[in-house]
């Protein structure tokens, strides 16, 4: 089976890997980007970086970009055949669905996997980043059930758990689960680096300062992209979040202790949801 | 040398474990739970658990325990030797270092290790929490020579890295760097929660919001003391970070997305400080 991937940094190039593990696969990809296309063939993440032309023809196509590039790049495509199952990557869905070319439509399958790191570009991808994670598939009534079925085995073949929903419902979710976090972790960082010099930083930093600013480490264009692309529903979370955080503010401010305890108690409820 | 330990849990065992692996040291412990001191002893973090009275009769006493009860149990020594070395592991050190009576102050050297987990009690201590981390030591121009060079030395053999500063400094920085962190942890896990069924958090979450929630699986008991006695440093730094994410809601509603991304490049300088 032959596989293209446009994007070859750690989501794309991690699905190189991974399949190319597998004698069953022939991998072919392609990047704007010069480096990248040199880093991924170098480092094994395809056989072959072929042209933006040759890397559509394929049985299954995976777009790998940021989900401002996968809406420019569907009205890109010149050398798509009928039966090539095109996947795309991109963390939010609705806009894309909305953006996809009434002919392609049945062929086009909306996934999210629910893996990724703060690092990005083609030297961070590796083998194992899809293994016993989630892939959200969405609006799988408007692709066909050929195209389904082989986007469903693909996945499998990563080792991926599925699961299925629409892209507005994703969209909210992920908002809550992934982006608002996102947006939280950036302004902690900016907070915390405008306050205290680097010394202390490094210093006073333990495990709980690295985990809440890891995520402040990730691609700036990826999430303006995400961010813009789900801007009603990030919005809507961070407001929600601005009046939680002033509810333990105002509890801390007046002196509430017990209040302020049975917040953080609730919150231990997470232990039950999240071993 | 003898080790008495006041508060057997995550931070108390840990070091019970750590010192017990010498054959230098016999370590007792007392915990006013019951079902700790049963623990700790079967778990083997101590030799023997001993009366509050007979902890007091060693050459280091460390109290780890919640910052409130390190204040309460100032006032409660009966049985404690001159030349004992009493170092409190609290995570906040200015009130404190005021409550600490005239008549052993000198014996006394305010510590605060940059290690823990959102675990707490003493089935969650481990060997190693300490290896490497760094220590805060303060305000040690207000004890003796004889007292910190022996503080020095433990810490030295729990392979901790020595930091010093004063107790004011001490919580300034770590309402930034710890105290902050934590309380938007417990506000975005309560966000998300009372917004998410448990199913899609389990679903959707990658390493994200599981590295962002985290914290919020912490003692509230702890974490209401540690905002009690930082107040005013940790309502400071809410108080600037909510202005902080206010300015990435703004740019996010005014769809200003150069902007927006110009502040996520900004917080991507952590890269710089934290590798």
Redesign the interface.
Known sequence: MKIGIIGLGLIGGSIGLSLRKSESYRVIGYDRNEIHRKEAYENGLVDEVVSFQDVQDVDILFLAIPVDGIIAVLKEFDNLKKDTTIIDLGSTKSDIAKAIPKNIREQFVLAHP????EKSGPLSAFNGLYKD??V?LCDLQDSSDFHNRRAENIFSELKMKL?KMDSDAHDC??A???H?????????????????D?R???????????????????S??M??DI??QN?EN??K??????Q???S??ES??D?Q?DK??D????????????K
């Open positions: 629910m893996a990724g790191t994670r989630v959200v699961t979710h992920t809550w689960i992934s608002l976090p996102h947006i939280i972790s950036f302004s902690l960082a900016n907070s915390v680096m405008k306050q205290e680097p202390s930083i490094l210093d006073l930093s333990a495990g709980g300062f690295r985990d809440m600013s890891r995520l402040a480490k990730s700036p264009a999430w303006k961010s813009k801007r990030l919005l979370s961070i407001e929600f979040f601005e939680e955080l002033a333990f503010k801390i401010r002196e202790w302020l305890q917040k953080m108690q609730f919150a231990n409820r997470l232990h039950d949801i999240l």
